[in-house]
């Protein structure tokens, strides 16, 4: 792990803050304090907004650590309420998960909890809590986790950006509309502010770069709703890793980069462009606007080199069991549900119960199986042999985009509308697209109950949510 002066300084005066009795600071690993700050999103001319972050700040800490090493993280909860933390796409032991009644006790407001887990893959992750995500997610409570390869490949750069975007009123301070039943059965709460690492750039932020340089951007999408499919405009982003995981370099077809919730993508960008230049990275998810989010603006210097180096960008693949399609398991998984949805009404603790009624003495929006599920409800709905192979098919029945998430395994994404897909990437987390079919295929090799929700978090809150018991 390389830590800064400053963070090695944090550290120590976190330590010295808290001595317990035989454990050293190794043991302890790093204290991560969640809680409320204050952070200027947009610009001087625009009061600070109360945020709520890990060490204040938004995004938190980026954590990084070599494969093979362990994740020691206490986490100090000095928020108003319960909370734990989710270290997104790790594969790791289900107590270790940060799933709130589920996997641990919710962390009360002033008391700690303690993760520790060895690191098996590589990648780009993330950390964000578990626990009222909708709310706390959209305060500002995530940031990036790397786990670097023992063998990295060759950049010039390697750079985060972490995603987000916040509903502000026009004085910046947040608004406290959090769950709300119209958010929770359309696309989410979706802001109206958009940030890379917690700064507002839309009007005239830059990201300098150089001339020949090779950079390796991680992108993490840590919106609570938004959709981003980016375009970086005079560059040809190669693809390098999904949700961490690495898969065979390509440019993607569009030419953009599509992130739903909670997924993230490798890139590498050459920088080709001339010295003084300037090119629109923009977000064209909405075919009627495109949205510039920031410019690559180069240096006015010599370019470092002529043409792309040729050194290789493709990176080694992680310890996953790959699943044999042939003698998998098949479970059938059907969303319906939200506006503009096709059924009325759902199975609710046992009975028959309109959709209408659901959502007002529940907020409850959708449903999995044709039930209607409270997002407390731990039951599984499906239970595995640790050791299948398992294929998920999955029926979007609704009107809407959904960033599905497994957590304790990755899969691989094998088909989507019954047709294989080109790479059969590894993911934590799949899109599926209105009316879309999506098949996952993973080897259920890491016991315990394991989440299985959509990562439009209002949607996760209104019953888009289930949990798979692997035993
Ligand atoms: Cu990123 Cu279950 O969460
Ligand atoms: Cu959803």
Not at 165 to 181: I, K, T, V, Y
Not at 216 to 239: D, E, K
Not at 417 to 436: F, K, N, S, Y
Request: charged share 25%; net charge neutral; proline share 7%.
């Amino acid at each position: 792990m390389k830590l800064s002066r400053r963070s090695v300084l944090k550290l120590l005066a976190a330590a010295a803050m808290m001595p317990v009795a035989g454990a050293g600071r190794a043991e302890r690993g790093r204290v991560l304090r969640m809680e409320v700050g204050r952070q200027r999103l947009i610009s001087d001319a625009y009061p600070e907004t109360e945020v709520w972050g890990f060490d204040g700040v938004v995004p938190g800490p980026e954590l990084r650590y070599r494969q093979g090493e362990r994740l020691r993280v206490t986490a100090r909860n000095a928020l108003p309420g319960t909370t734990t933390i989710h270290w997104h796409g790790l594969r790791v032991p289900n107590a270790m998960d940060g799933v709130p009644h589920l996997t641990q006790a919710p962390i009360p407001p002033g008391g700690e909890f303690a993760y520790e887990f060895p690191l098996h893959d590589a990648g780009t992750f993330w950390y964000h809590p578990h626990d009222h995500s909708s709310e706390q997610v959209a305060r500002g409570l995530y940031g990036a986790l790397i786990v670097e390869e023992r063998d990295p490949i060759a950049v010039d750069r390697d750079v985060t950006w972490v995603l987000s975007d916040w509903r502000l009123n026009p004085d910046a301070s947040q608004r406290e509309d959090f769950g709300a039943l119209f958010d929770r059965a359309h696309e989410g709460r979706m802001g109206n502010t958009i940030t890379i690492n917690g700064k507002f750039t839309l009007k005239d932020g830059v990201f300098e770069v150089r001339g020949g340089e090779r950079i390796r951007l991680r992108l993490i999408n840590a919106a609570s709703a938004r959709i981003f499919t980016l375009r970086f405009a005079g560059h040809a982003p190669q693809v390098i890793a999904l949700d961490g995981q690495p898969v065979a370099p390509h440019h993607p077809g569009s030419g953009e980069i599509e992130l739903g919730p909670g997924m993230r993508a490798d890139v590498v960008l050459d920088c080709m462009q001339r010295p003084g230049s300037r090119h629109d990275v923009s977000d064209e998810f909405d075919p009627r606007v495109s949205r510039r989010l920031i410019a690559l603006a180069y240096r006015d210097e010599a370019p470092l080199r002529a043409s792309p180096p040729d050194t290789p960008v493709a990176l080694a693949p992680n310890p996953l069991s790959e699943p044999d399609v042939a003698r998998a398991e098949r479970h059938a998984f059907l969303f319906q549900g939200g506006a503009m949805g096709t059924i009325r009404e759902a199975m609710f603790q046992g009975r028959r119960v309109p959709l209408a009624k659901l959502a007002r003495e529940h907020g409850l929006a959708w449903t999995i199986n044709g039930g209607a599920i409270k997002e407390r409800a731990h039951q599984p709905v499906l239970t595995l042999k640790r050791g299948a192979h398992c294929v998920l098919e999955m029926r979007n029945e609704t009107a809407w985009f959904h960033p599905m998430h497994l957590h304790g395994v990755v899969f691989r994404v094998i088909a989507r509308d019954g047709e294989p897909t080109r790479h059969r990437e590894w993911r934590d987390t799949v899109l599926m697209a209105p009316r879309e079919r999506v098949d996952i295929a993973f080897v259920a090799d890491n016991p315990g109950d394991w989440m299985f929700h959509c990562h439009v978090l209002d949607h996760q809150a209104a019953g888009m949510s289930a949990v798979i018991r692997i035993a």
